[in-house]
C-alpha cells in the first residue's frame, strides 16, 4: 500500500510539473511571436531598408542557433527551474529595450537578446520533459509540448496585430515583456518548482546528462 501511494503521488507531482511546463511555454511562446505580426513594419518606420529588415528577422533565430545547446547543458549543470527562470527574465529585458527608445539599432540589440532569452527558455523545458517522462509516456510528453507551441504561434500574432492597433507598434514589445513575466510567474508555481525539483533529483544523472545531449543538439538543428 505504501508503495502505492509514493508511486501515485510521485505521478502526480510529475503532472503538476509538466503542467506548469506547458503553461509555461503557452505563454512564452505567444509572446515571442506576438510581435512577429508587427516587427517588419516596424522596423521599416523606424528607417530600416528591406534588406536591415530581413537581418533583423534572422538575429533572431541565429541568437536562439547560437544558445540552444549551452542551454541543455546549463540546464543539466544548474537545473532546470533556474535556467528557465534565467531565460524568461532576458526574455522580458530583451522586450523592454524596444519598447523604451524608438532607435533601430536598440531594436536589434533587444531582438538578439530575446532569443537568448527563448532559446534559454525553450531548450530548458525540453530537456526537462525529456527528463521528466518515462519512455512510455515520452512520445506523449514531448507532442503535446510542441502542441503547446504551435497554440502560442497561432495566438501571438493575431494578438499583437490587435495590440498595434490599439496601442501602437511599441506596445507589441511591452506586452511581450508581460507575458514573459506571466510565464516566470507560471514557473515559479508550486513553491518555486517544488515539484520539478523533487523529480528532477531523483534522476539518474548520468542518464539525465546523456537525454540533455541528444536533446539539445536535435533541436538546434530543427531550429
Known amino acids: ?28 511562446t505567444m509572446g515571442v511571436t ?4 508587427v516587427l517588419a513594419v516596424y522596423a521599416s518606420s523606424l528607417g530600416a531598408s528591406t534588406a536591415t529588415v530581413g537581418l533583423l528577422v534572422a538575429a533572431f533565430s541565429a541568437a536562439r542557433l547560437l544558445v540552444n545547446v549551452p542551454a541543455g547543458q546549463l540546464s543539466t549543470k544548474f537545473g532546470y527551474a533556474r535556467v528557465m527562470s534565467v531565460g524568461l527574465a532576458v526574455l522580458a529585458a530583451g522586450s523592454v529595450l524596444p519598447y523604451a527608445t524608438a532607435d533601430i539599432a536598440v531594436l536589434a540589440l533587444g531582438v538578439v537578446v530575446q532569443g537568448l532569452g527563448s532559446s534559454l527558455f525553450s531548450t530548458s523545458v525540453l530537456v ?16 503535446t509540448y ?11 500574432p493575431a494578438l499583437g496585430g490587435m495590440v498595434a492597433s490599439l ?3 511599441p506596445a507589441t514589445f511591452l506586452w511581450q515583456a508581460g507575458l514573459a513575466l506571466a510565464a ?40
Not at 34 to 37: E, F, P, Q, S, T
Not at 147 to 155: E, F, N, S, T
Open 146 to 156: 510542441q502542441g503547446a507551441q504551435v497554440v502560442g504561434v497561432a495566438l501571438g
Open 184 to 223: 516566470l510567474a507560471a514557473t515559479r508555481a508550486e513553491g518555486e518548482h517544488r515539484a520539478l525539483v523533487v523529480m528532477a533529483t531523483g534522476l539518474d544523472r548520468k542518464s539525465t546528462r546523456l537525454n540533455s545531449s541528444h536533446i539539445t543538439i536535435s533541436y538546434a538543428v530543427f531550429c
Open 128 to 143: 526537462a520533459i525529456a527528463a521528466l517522462s518515462t519512455p512510455e509516456s515520452r512520445v506523449r510528453d514531448m507532442s
Open 167 to 169: 496601442w501602437g507598434y
Open 1 to 28: 500500500m505504501r508503495n502505492l501511494v509514493g508511486a501515485t503521488l510521485r505521478l502526480a507531482r510529475v503532472d503538476i510539473a509538466l503542467a506548469i511546463l506547458l503553461t509555461a511555454s503557452l505563454i512564452s
Open 34 to 37: 506576438l510581435v512577429w505580426a
